[in-house]
């Protein structure tokens, strides 16, 4: 009996079976570590954020949407600043849901407009006492040559200048806010941008990717001039780059709309990529921890501060930046409304122009 047992363990165990065993072991330990290495830090802050106000652009979706969920879980009032507000409300059912804070709220939010972001920034500044942080969040990325309602190239309109014009519209009630966090998702594509104010909007010669590397590269620009503009207030301006996420982002892509080439390489983003919970992290560490208390004009990556790339440091062509995007959007150089693009000015000539266009 004994025999047959131990004659049955070596054919079970059998040398062959045992090196294949081990390799399918380290192949799965190798997988689950990479996994968990790729996946990035995570937001160690405990801090609750009960009786703050937060505004999350683009929280429909992705990095978004998890962010909204922690800080929700933290117990802040939360605005979904979303343009599809279908979208939106499915968001916040689930957030509620998930969170048990009820306290979050869908505003629309097209950055793709300035009526509309001078509308929600109307919104905002009357109906909220105050606004503790900002995440200057939603994107698009790598679409055809599309343009904005007012004509700007898509990706410089809405990542950048779209978040430049909100940013400055809620700026004063930030200040009156101190201290206040505004926060902007820029990401490492910013290492290749460059700025060519001969071609801010692409007119002459058009690169997906290489409009999105320059809005990214503007948004850290953004940040920096700004924090220099903001210093002495209690308002901090940082950026961030949230790793490489599976997101909607890519819907623009040739390889996120062939199916074929998605099944080919889901499997190695899978290892590769991080989940959108773990994008999150760097937004949420940002937003509440008490390390990043009065830390400004920063760049970081994985809940940690780190270099950007020098151009994202250029204080010459960030200072041209935010004098060029300021022109573009009818802001004086301080980040002021001109009289002819104040919300009021605007809609009358709106309704002027359709009498005329009527009689
Ligand atoms: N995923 C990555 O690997 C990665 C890497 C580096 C940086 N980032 C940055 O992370 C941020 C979040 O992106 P994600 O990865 O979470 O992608 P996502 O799932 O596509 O989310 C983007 C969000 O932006 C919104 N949005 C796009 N255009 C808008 C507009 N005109 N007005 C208002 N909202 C608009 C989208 O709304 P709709 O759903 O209505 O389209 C969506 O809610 C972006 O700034 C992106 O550049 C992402």
Known sequence: MASKVVSSITRIFSPRLTIRLSIFG???GGTVLLRDYFGGAVCKSENCIDGKTVIITGANSGIGKETAKDLARRGGHIILACRNEDKAEKAKKEIIEETGNKDVVVRKLDLASLQSIRQFAKQINKEEPHVDVLINNAGIMRCPFWKTEDGFEMQF?????????????LLDKMRSSSPSRIITVASLAHTTGDMDFDNLNSESGYKTADAYSDSKLANVLFTHELSKRLKGTGVTANSLHPGVVKTQIGRHTGMHRSGFSSFI????FWMFVKTPKQGAQTNIYCAVASEVEGVTGKYFSDCAEVDCHARGRDDAVAERLWLESARLVGLDQDGVLQESQSPEATDQTRTEKSQQSQS
């Open 265 to 268: 390489l889901s499997p190695i």
């Open 157 to 169: 309109g809405v990542n950048h200048l779209g978040h430049f014009y909100l940013t400055n519209l």
């Open 26 to 28: 380290t192949l799965v």
